[in-house]
Every structure is written in C-alpha cells, then in structure tokens.
C-alpha cells in the first residue's frame, strides 16, 4: 500500500470524487424538503424543485401587476449594470494607481502610506456616507463596489509592477526609452493579464458589495428581491436566486480566464517573466 | 574613450573593488573574469551606469559616466533580457521605437523602415525563421541572440555582456562566440563581456582583464575590496601565465566562499 500522500485518483476517479458532495447535498435537500413538505404541505423553509421551478416561471416570463416588467430579467440587467460599472471603475483606477505608484518611486513615496490607509477602512462602514453624499440612487451603489475594490487592485497591480525583472527596464533605457515608452511599451501591456487575475479575484468582493448595497436601498436588483421576498418567507425565490448570482460568478470567472488565455498566450504560457 | 582613474566601490563596510585605473580605446574587446565575488559584474553595473562609484572617476571621452543607463551603451543580460510579451520581431522594432520621440508606437513609414532594419539584423542572428515566437518559445540560444540583436539595433558605441552565455549548452555557447565576434569585427563597437569561464575569456576579444582580491583577510572578508590584477593581450598569453591565473582564481573563490555570508550585499 503506497503512502496516502502519493495516492492521486484517475481522471475518472477525480471526477466521480468530485461530483460525489454535490449529488450527496443534492439528495439530502431532497430527502429533507421531501420530509418536511409530507408532514406540512405548507411548509415554506424547504420547498420542492417544482415549487421554485413555479416561483421563477413566473417571476421570469410573467410581467409584473405593479411596473410591467420581467421581474427576473429587470433585478439581473440592474444588479449587472451596477457590478460592471464598479468592476470597471475599479480596474481602470486600480491599474493606473497600481502602475504609477509600481513604477515611480516619487509617485509612490507619496501615495502608498495614503493607499495603505484607505485600503484599511471597511467599505461598508462607508456605505452612509455614500448614501449621503450620491443620494440613494444608482451612484451610491456603484461607487460602493469601485471604492471596496479599487484598493485591493492597486496593490495587488502595485506588487504586480514591482515584479517586473529589473533587467528589462534597464534593457529599455540602454535602447534609448523615455519614462513614459517604459511605461507604455514595457509594463502596461505586462500588466494587462495581471489585471484581469485580479479582477477575478475581486469579483467576490463586488457582488459582496452589491447585494449589501440593494439589500439597504434599491427598487430593483437580485440583492433587493432576495431580501424583499425574506419578509414573506419565500425560500422558492431565495433559493433559486442564489444559484443565479452562484451561476454568474461562476461564469464570469470563467469567461475573464478563458479571455486571458487568448488575450494573452505569453502570460498563460509562462513566459511571464 | 574610457578611462577609469583609481576607481572604488564599497557597499557600506564592505569593499568590493579598489584602485581601479585604466584606458581602453575604441574597438576593444575586453573580457572580464574572476572569481564570483569578485566585483567584475560591479564594474560593469558601473560602466552601464546603475551603480556609480564611491571613489575615484570613471570617464567616457573626457565626461563622467551618466549615472543612468542610456543607448549609447548596450546590455545583454544573462536572462531577462527580452520582453516576454512582445514577439521576436516586435521586440526589436520596439527598440527602433525607443530611439524616437513619442510614446513608444511608429506608424507609417517610421514602422516600415523600422520592420525593414529590424528584419536585416534578424536575418544576421539567425532568427528569420522565429520572427513570430514570443520568447517563451524560444531556446536559450535563440533568446540570447534575439537580446543581442536588440541590443545592437540603434547602434550603440560600447556593448555591455554580463555573463551572456552562462547558461548555454557548451555547443550553443560556441555557436554564440562565433556571432559576437563577427558582429564586433562587422560593426567596430567597443565591447565588455563578464565571464566565469575562464577559457572563454582567454580566447574571445582582445583583451583580458582578471579580477582578484590582492588582499584577503579572513578575520574581515570586507576589508579590501578586488582590483584588475592581470590585464593581458589575448594571444600572447603563455601557458604558465594561464596556470598562474587559474589557480589565483580559484585560491580567491575559495577565500570568498569561506567568508561569503556577508561579502556580497
């Protein structure tokens, strides 16, 4: 018998392993709801597949009595809307703070005890402020997910410039290169990949700041109907609703890694550095 | 052209090069060995002009040398030599970008003639066939060729080689040899090459400089710093001279290796 530490599945084996715990939450959701629901058939904690696949048919296809709208579709086109703008805000700032502050010590001797201390404040304990100044309107919630995350990737950008081989910005300036040729040839295009990582790391954090932000003050938005629907108890919209937002990250991610893997061969490769 | 008059470099307590004069005209090709340790990848971190010297004067035609690297002194490093995102031939059209205003992009006929001067030069390394390949697809060989050609593409008056080929295969070194020196003789620019190859340095180039401590103190490894011992014509170099050096070098590295942990910053 070989040690448990150089014991590795086949493929075959890897995949049933890794399919078993979700077949075997699966099944006890089912055995559970199914328990419950013969006991009580009101019951509203555990509902049966069919009862959400009711509850999301109509939320999805049937047009709201109070606004006309497609429920579902109207909460998932906001609550995008809001995390792209913010997403993007986010990584626009985050990349060039992270580069100017990666690449310039002068701009960094200035700006990093600042981004070292904002990076520090929980952003939601900004969340009034932001509610005072913006109003409650869609600003508040947008600048909620850019501020909670520019941070995180202007430092993990300013590190991701400070990696770049010393060598190589030599190399420029013997060819004759001036600050802003390194700047535009030599580590902005190197650091494109490492932008996207990063987003894909602070994604979590954004849809973290969404649905706190609709939770609080919304009209629209899957944070909002989540926390609407709790009043009445409505786990046949809760639960489906967090398997979308589950399926969106899930996809996003997915998506941000594939495009960096075209984008971008020399970095997925490894020739990084 | 370059001149140094009693240069000197400590870091701190520690003295890594000393009394260090001499004069090298154009078209020299000099190679630079001894033991590690020994400061040569200093000095040439000093003609570059990312270290400069805490004592002394190092002179190109009559001015100190700029404390900053600038194009009329090329480099090739041992690695990271190339820029990874760029294709071989981007890499080095990038460096005719780097020699005109701008922010670094050439349109129009500048990218043209650009494209047409960076395809001869490709063609004299040999990398025709690879002018599409990032680096990470690249050999050793073919990456150190592609940072020579780089290097060699604005046309700068000295070429910096530090330790260029220390991580070849034996074989692929010697293909290396054979380009540097016919680009040096095609070209007539002034070149210094670090080498831990001792052999190397004794038939590549012109000139040979040997870099060792005179002085070592075992109580104080830092106390004296090395000094060019031996600067030789290549080609008259007896035998026994090279025995002598050989041994010296080694003496040295043993020193230094004993005293290491804090020799070197």
Redesign the interface.
Known sequence: MKRLINLAPSPAARLMLGLLPFLLLLLLYLVASDARLTENPGDKLLPAFSQMGDAMERLATEPSKRSGELVFWQDTASSLQRLGLGVLIAAVLGLLVGMFTGALPMVSASMSPLLTVISLVPPLALLPILFIVFGLGEVSKVALIAIGITPFIARDLQQRTREI?A??L?????????T???L???VL??LFPRLIDSVRLSLGAGWLFLIAAEAIAATDGLGYRIFLVRRYLSMDVILPYVAWITLLAFLFDWVLRQSNRRL????A????? | MIEAHNVSKAYGDTQVLERISMNVGDGEFITMVGASGCGKSTFLKML?G?ESPTGGELVLDGKPIPD????D???V?Q????????SVLENVM??C???R?????LIGNARLSAKRQSMELLERVGLTAAINR????LSGGMKQRL?IA??L??Q?RILLLDEPFGALDPGIRADMHELVLQLWRETGLTVFMVTHDLKEGFYLGTRLWVFDKLRNDPQAPGAFGATITYDLKVGEVDPETYDTISSRVHETARAVEETLPEVMP
């Not at chain 1, 971008?264 to 970095?267: S, T």
């Not at chain 1, 490769?269 to 550095?273: D, L, N, P, R, V």
């Not at chain 2, 900053?68 to 194009?71: A, D, F, H, Q």
């Not at chain 2, 205003?101 to 992009?105: A, D, K, V």
Request: cysteine-free.
């Open positions: 081989p060598e190589q030599v190399k420029a300036q013997t060819l004759g290169a001036s802003t040729q390194i535009v040839r030599v295009p190197q971008f061969p020399w970095y490769q490894g020739g990084a550095s | 570059l990312t900053e690297p600038g194009p002194r090329g480099i490093f690695q990271y030599s190339v820029f990874p995102h760029l990038v460096a970008a780097f020699s205003p701008g922010i670094g992009w990032y680096p990470h697809e940072a780089q290097a593409i604005n700068p």
